[in-house]
């Protein structure tokens, strides 16, 4: 999931970079606002008076439990049924981890591209019809809106396109169209593709797409590449419609879906039957520490900075950015690790992601061209002080009202688009039977934290000084008077 304001803009334009690196980005690290990405501070009088908040009613959606069932393809699905809703939402996530050792990142940007030209020349003909393109950790997303009365149509659509989105001839071409936009993808993109790739110890080239990357895929490999992405047995179909899929019509297109959306020959799918264990990560991926950033800015020991080529960014800048992997396997781990970025984010750029039993943390640091060290420093001395101060209950409820609120306003304000929440939820949930009630519970948990909980928590992973080591910087766009003047503190590992 991430957290931050709520930013509905489609995530494509940033497929050159790392999907996950993406998240970061669409959540507003480096996003299209020209100002440092902060939220107001939360300023109030304490109130012993105010009712407390059930978040059943509030902060969660009023749906109830799914209807479950397998297509004929084997694809997984949902279908959350709001009686007389005039919206119709359908949203296909297919794994990238389950088979992350036969996708490359080029081979899936190709095919990415290659669906998004089908789908969208099938959508033209839908009036209203819209769609969009998401990444999550571990996972992408399409997703595909209209109005409930033409559902038959955008099921049959987007059945359709991930048919035959896969020929040949259409991969070719999307892959001509990737390699004409190379080089587009701004500085910011490159050092959150850095940063994800360090904390999980993966080479940059599985986690990028280059130029080399995208050339050396020859027919085969796409082909490949895309059958192996949207292996339907693999695949998880979430719907949320004012009919049933018992509904004649929807049931026909549906069986349609499942039809022409084939799994591809020669091939076995992972075999995983729930929501949960298709798009979990495989444990061995878990992200480590990394020893190399234990020490930041200290005389002794100098901080390590990746440093990846690329060009200056806005204001002739180099972006750089902090971050660290936080452990979240509990409900509790996770509510903590979002109500202390929403804190966090009152002063600093700072975003997180949780994908279930890990989240990423970062933060986008402003580099003065004249003094590039005192940025870094003043970063670490701003971070800190935050497990300094005392976070009073009222201001703790206060944030998490308004980090709750947003999530839902978020919903809303996308058509009422609950398998959004929904693809929350899973992120949220240890197993299926979970994912229902995540939302709810995941409320309660952050309203009940504490104000000493909240301290331990910004104690032990907000500290860059004084906490758990495993912090790292990323650099892109260091010229030669940035790197004489890092050097005198920063070990710089360039990396091509």
Not at 89 to 106: D, N, Q, W
Request: with cysteine; net charge negative.
């Amino acid at each position: 999931m991430i957290d931050g304001p709520p930013n509905p803009a489609p995530a494509r334009h940033l497929r050159a970079a790392l999907l996950v690196a993406g998240c970061l980005v669409s959540a507003g690290l480096g996003g299209c606002r020209c100002n440092e990405e902060t939220l107001a501070p939360v300023v109030f009088d304490a109130n012993d008076d105010r009712p407390a908040i059930d978040p059943t009613q509030v902060l969660a959606p009023p749906w109830t439990p799914p209807q479950v069932s397998l297509l004929d393809n084997g694809g997984l699905m949902h279908w959350l049924h709001e009686p007389g809703s005039l919206a119709f939402h359908m949203r296909v996530l297919l794994p990238t981890s389950i088979h992350g050792e036969k996708l490359s990142a080029a081979g899936t940007a190709i095919a990415l591209e290659a669906l998004e030209i089908r789908l969208t020349a099938r959508l033209r003909r839908i009036g209203g019809a819209t769609f969009d393109l998401r990444s999550r950790p571990g996972r992408v997303e399409i997703v595909v809106h209209g109005r409930d009365r033409d559902a038959e149509r955008l099921i049959t659509a987007l059945g359709d396109s991930l048919a035959d989105a896969g020929s040949s001839k259409l991969l070719a071409l999307a892959q001509g169209k990737v390699l004409a936009r190379q080089g587009r993808a701004e500085p910011v993109s490159l050092a959150a593709a850095g940063l994800i790739s360090s904390l999980f110890e993966q080479p940059l080239g599985r986690e990028f797409t280059s130029k080399q990357d995208l050339v050396d895929l020859g027919r085969s490999r796409l082909e490949r590449g895309w059958s192996t992405l949207t292996d339907p047995r693999d695949a998880v179909v979430l719907v949320h419609a004012g009919r049933s899929p018992e509904d004649e019509d929807l049931s026909a297109a549906l069986a349609h879906m499942g039809k022409r959306w084939k799994p591809p020959l020669l091939s076995f799918g992972s075999g995983k039957r729930s929501v949960t264990a298709r798009l979990r990560p495989p444990t061995d991926e878990s992200p480590r520490e990394d020893p190399r950033a234990t020490w930041l800015l200290t005389e002794s020991s100098p901080a390590p900075m990746i440093v990846l080529p690329g060009e200056l960014g806005k204001g002739g800048r180099a972006e750089v950015i902090l971050g660290r992997v936080i452990p979240t396997p509990t409900v509790e781990d996770r509510t903590l690790a979002r109500l202390c970025q929403r804190l966090i984010q009152e002063e600093l750029d700072a975003r997180l992601i949780v994908a279930g039993p890990v989240s990423i943390f970062a933060i986008r640091v402003r580099v003065s061209p004249s003094d590039p060290v005192h940025s870094l420093e003043r970063i670490i001395e701003r971070t800190q002080a935050f497990s300094e101060r005392d976070q009073l209950p009222d201001r703790l409820e206060q944030a998490a009202r308004l980090w709750l609120g947003a999530r839902v306003v978020e919903a809303s304000l996308s058509g009422e688009d609950w398998t959004s929440l929904w693809s929350d939820s899973v992120d949220l949930a240890g197993e299926d039977r979970e994912i229902f009630t995540a939302l709810a519970t995941d409320a309660q948990g952050m309203l009940a934290l504490d104000s000493d909980q909240v301290r331990s928590f910004l104690d032990t992973w907000f500290d860059p000084r004084g906490g758990e080591p495993g912090w790292t910087w990323v650099a892109v766009g260091l010229n030669d008077s940035y790197r004489t003047k890092l050097g005198t503190k920063i070990k710089l590992i360039d990396l091509d």
